[in-house]
């Protein structure tokens, strides 16, 4: 795939490579490709590329890692090496400061600012991207309890908790029909005993039967709607 991204001409072929590349379950295939940017303007990437490539690496939470081993390692070489190197090196770590978020990452992003002999400018960029890193820990332990009671109030149901809430629903309404169908049953008089009923009587119990009927499809629909 590496071959395909450095010979394609398509620009949107490319980027989707890229992004496939960079969304690598492969530790190997991950390192291997962000250490092509060592390769300088001479290498298979582009220098215009760097932070795109960079971008995608850091789209998953191994590609993070992976470019936290990268910037640690290299960071000499990254400043030393590559003419845009000190520009790279702020980037990543930006970009590491801006998604690692768990305890360790956090020591790991505050280790490499704080051990390793960079240029003034350099570190002065790191610790500006840090103190995001703070900030953004002090608003979560802040407003956790909040974002917490949030999401459990606006959750998705669970499936199982649909078919029950949907099973109960229909048994509702078939209890409804069918005790609105008994009411009907035993409302409407029948008997094959009793003498034939006037014209009147045949109004009336005609009309009752049309309210009866009447009244269960409006429950129907109520309960469909």
């Known amino acids: 795939m590496f071959s395909l991204y450095t010979t394609t001409t398509s620009i949107s072929e490319k980027t989707s490579v890229e992004s496939a590349l960079g969304c690598s379950a492969n530790r ?12 300088g303007p001479q290498g298979p990437i582009k220098v215009k590329d760097f932070k795109s490539v960079i971008a ?15 910037l640690s390692t290299n960071l000499n070489r990254t400043l030393n090496e590559l003419p845009n190197g000190q520009e790279i090196a702020k980037y990543i770590y930006s970009i590491l400061a801006t998604k690692m978020t768990d305890r360790v990452q956090i020591e790991k992003l505050q ?3 704080n051990t ?17 890193v703070n900030d953004r820990k002090l608003w979560l332990e802040k407003y956790s309890e909040v974002i917490n009671q949030w999401m459990l109030e606006n959750q998705e149901p669970l499936e ?31 008997s094959t005993v009793s003498p034939k009923p006037s014209n009147a009587t045949y109004n009336v119990q005609n009309c009752r039967t049309v309210l009866l009927v009447t009244i269960l499809l409006l429950i129907v629909n109520k309960c469909i709607l």
């Open 28 to 39: 190997t295939q991950l390192y291997r490709f962000i250490n092509h940017i060592l390769d």
């Open 56 to 70: 995608s690496v850091a789209s998953t939470s191994l590609g993070l890692d992976v470019l936290h081993e990268f």
């Open 116 to 132: 390793t002999i960079i240029p003034e400018s350099v570190r002065q960029s790191f610790e500006k991207s840090f103190k995001k």
């Open 160 to 190: 199982e908790e649909t078919i029950t809430t949907a099973a109960s629903t229909e048994s509702t309404i078939t209890t409804e029909i069918k005790s609105t169908v008994s009411s009907i049953t035993i409302s409407a008089p029948f």
């Open 111 to 113: 280790n490499l600012k």
